[in-house]
């Protein structure tokens, strides 16, 4: 499924004291089974844009469409909107309530009006993707670590077989084993049901490594977008609006600067290894 | 001299059910041993579960160990009337900005902890001034905390407890909600402190490249030291740091991935730098 954003603005409080323009003039294309990640300060409006994707905030002007269709054009689909889109919530550890992972889990299949084999299957399916193993299931979500938490919620969004996967922030505070399983599961999770998924992150390091392409926001506007090379090349930029590139990148450029001449347009780990291998080795 | 000391302590995290039964226990620190020196800066790692929030909780005698002794600058943790002393020279700051700030003025929220010591207020005027100097937000003395950044209310919290005049400052997990400024100012805040008034700073911390720039790093695995040294000593084993769940800043891990395909390096390179050096350095001899 694609999303399209066209000229879309948003206010908190509109019309009050403490009127907000969270979202200004957001034009965007994300294509249909596209990975891409959303980067930004701290209130540049990414989880605000992210709740139109689903419908759960409504544009005061512009429009987003999903797959060419206008979503807020009729308001009576929104709760079909919202079981193709799956939105993990910054924090959706707080939004556990059953009695059990596994109920947790089944809690949004119930009304879809599946078999329950069907069910079963699903709810297997999510919590082995997020790495909770049987030992869990009959466990209270309340009994569980704040990554085993995390993970939980993730399954209940994931069982639900979203047309497009949105996560806001989805690895704050799991510890770097966690972060990388969960993301790495992502990636192939997208590439197997060639769904959409949308990553808000804090780690330029993950975005460098996981997505197809970036949109960077601040102050509520998109200042810069393309591919991950497109976007990190601009350090200085990023660094302005209190982000950065990638930590290789720094290294990258102090290499070129000292005439230690590497391949450019590196972001990851991996491409350094490679590209100072190619200069060592000549 | 020792500001910090664990010797053979055990914790217990215990369940009861409504009759006051014990249904479950787990023991979250085991027989751990640990001193700090005054001065230093040591980052805590370990996953989730590890036990380092544990270990801070002792620290700061929010618990009291099972079995075993915690002294903190002199006191023991588990003596009733050493509670207010401890609680006063280790002051905690926690993951969540926004589940710290009490009141609708910053310099209030600062002052909030002197004033329960009972100061004198042109005395606690001077401490909140001061403690919001050091960690650069002065100028929002005035200002309502509830439309500052996370890495600025982290900041605020942080002033709250050095307005206590704390000899040690521990900080759970600070910077995991921060974006990549927040998280900057935060870690440049701590190692000022630690540097310029000699504040014994504990960071718990999931990311490498802040532990890195630590003194001394920790690693906690079930509820036990797994590796105690420096970020250089510690980073250089990144099998073992895996092992663990854990990483390795990404230059070390370019160090190692180098040094395995047979590149002639040392290990435990931890900065730019460090490693544009060495790089440069083997590129001439070639
Ligand atoms: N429910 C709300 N009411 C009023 N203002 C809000 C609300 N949610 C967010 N904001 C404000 O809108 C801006 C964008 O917030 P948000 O979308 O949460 O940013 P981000 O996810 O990038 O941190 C911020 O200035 C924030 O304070
Ligand atoms: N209040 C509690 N009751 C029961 N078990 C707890 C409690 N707090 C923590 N634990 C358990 O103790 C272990 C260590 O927890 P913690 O110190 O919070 O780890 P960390 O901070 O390294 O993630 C974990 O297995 C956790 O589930
Ligand atoms: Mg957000
Ligand atoms: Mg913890």
Known sequence: MSIEVKGLNFFYNKGQVFEKKALDDINMFIADGEFVGIIGHTGSGKSTLIQHFNALLTPDSGAVYLNGNDINADKTKHAEIRRKIGLVFQYPEHQLFEISVYKDVAFGLQFLNLPPQDVDRRVRGALKVVGLSEDYFEKSPFELSGGEKRRAAIAGVLAMEPEILILDEPTAGLDPKGRDEILEQIKILGEELKITVVLVSHSMEDVARLVDKVFVMADSKIVLHGSVGEVFANSELLESIGLAAPQITYLMKELSQRGFSAKGGVYTVNDAFRAIKDVLDE | ?286
């Open chain 2, 1 to 286: 001299m020792e500001i910090i000391k664990f010797e053979n302590v055990s914790y217990e995290y215990i369940r009861t059910d409504e009759q006051q039964r014990i249904t479950q226990r787990f023991e979250a620190i085991k027989q751990l041993n640990l001193s700090i020196e005054k001065g230093e800066f040591v980052a805590v790692l370990g996953h989730n579960g590890s036990g380092k929030s544990t270990l801070a909780k002792l620290i700061n005698a929010l618990i009291q160990p099972k079995s075993g002794t915690v002294t903190v600058n002199g006191f023991d943790t588990s003596v009733e009337e050493n509670i207010y002393k401890v609680r006063k020279s280790a002051g905690m700051v926690f993951q969540n900005p926004d589940n710290q700030i009490i009141a609708s003025v910053v310099g209030e929220d600062v002052a909030f902890g002197p004033e329960n010591l009972g100061i004198k207020s042109a005395e606690i005027l001077r401490r909140v001034r001061e403690a919001l100097e050091s960690v650069g937000m002065l100028k929002y003395f005035d200002y309502s905390p509830h439309n500052l950044s996370g890495g600025q209310k982290q900041r605020i919290a942080i002033a709250g407890v050095l307005a206590m005049e704390p000899d040690i400052i521990v900080l759970d997990e600070p910077t995991a909600m921060l974006d990549p400024l927040g998280r900057r100012d935060v870690l440049k805040t701590v190692m000022k402190l630690n540097a310029e008034k000699n504040i014994t700073s504990v960071l718990i911390t999931h990311f490498m490249d802040e532990a890195a720039l630590a003194q001394r790093i920790i690693v906690m695995e079930g509820g036990k030291i797994a590796m105690d040294g420096k970020p250089a000593e510690v980073f250089s084993q990144v099998e073992k740091m895996r092992e663990l769940r854990l990483d390795v800043p990404q230059i070390t891990e370019l160090n190692y991935m180098l040094k395995k395909s047979g590149v002639n390096m040392p290990l435990g390179i931890l900065t730019v730098k460090e490693m544009t050096d060495e790089l440069c350095r083997l590129k001439l001899r070639a």
